[in-house]
């Protein structure tokens, strides 16, 4: 799990580390030490910890003018025993709601199980975000088949034209645009 590096090029657009909104401004990182890790496993040092043990982001580009976030994830999402949408929720959620972010854009292409509870969370959330949308983006079919079970895509969009495989050859706003157009033909905008 060490060589799973969180998308890093588009660094010459956002820092987490370098923004003053964030949770994570002023955080170095140390790249001579691999400190974090999932179930003894270490991970790359990029991946930012929220609060949990078993799941783990970074946030890859902020847009607060049009009210977005690309957030990457790695590990095991585990709602049952840890809770992690709890941590999801009141650490990085909740404090980039009070910038005016709305549409979540989440990447789950690294999460390797999951794990599901109550959806209470999840149903916060999507009311926290009136106008605005949560959506997956390339989580694997069973994960999301898992999710389905615990009511989860009722509050997250997943699958279909939303499984960019690309999208790393994309800019950032481009690819939320191209989000954009699908959520608001999937919900009628």
Do not use: C
């Amino acid at each position: 799990m060490h060589s799973i590096e969180p998308y890093y090029n588009w660094l010459k657009y956002y820092n987490v580390a370098e923004d003053p909104n964030s949770p994570y401004d002023g955080k170095e990182y140390n790249f001579d030490s691999y400190s974090e890790n999932i179930y003894g496993y270490y991970i790359d040092p990029h991946w930012d910890f929220m609060g949990s043990e078993t799941l783990y982001i970074k946030i890859l580009y902020t847009d607060y003018d049009r009210g977005f976030i690309i957030i990457e994830f790695i590990g095991e999402w585990n709602d049952a025993l840890n809770n992690d949408i709890m941590f999801l929720k009141r650490n990085i959620i909740d404090h980039f709601n009070g910038y005016g972010i709305n549409k979540y854009l989440l990447i789950g292409e690294n999460i390797l199980n999951f794990h599901g509870s109550d959806d209470s969370y999840y149903e916060e959330w999507f009311e926290d975000v009136e106008d605005g949308w949560i959506t997956g983006m390339n989580f694997p079919a069973f994960i999301q088949d898992e999710m389905k079970v615990y009511n989860i895509d009722s509050y997250i969009n997943f699958g279909g034209q939303l499984d960019i495989v690309n999208w790393r050859t994309l800019k950032p706003v481009i690819l939320f645009e191209q989000v954009d157009r699908i959520i608001g033909r999937r919900i009628g905008i």
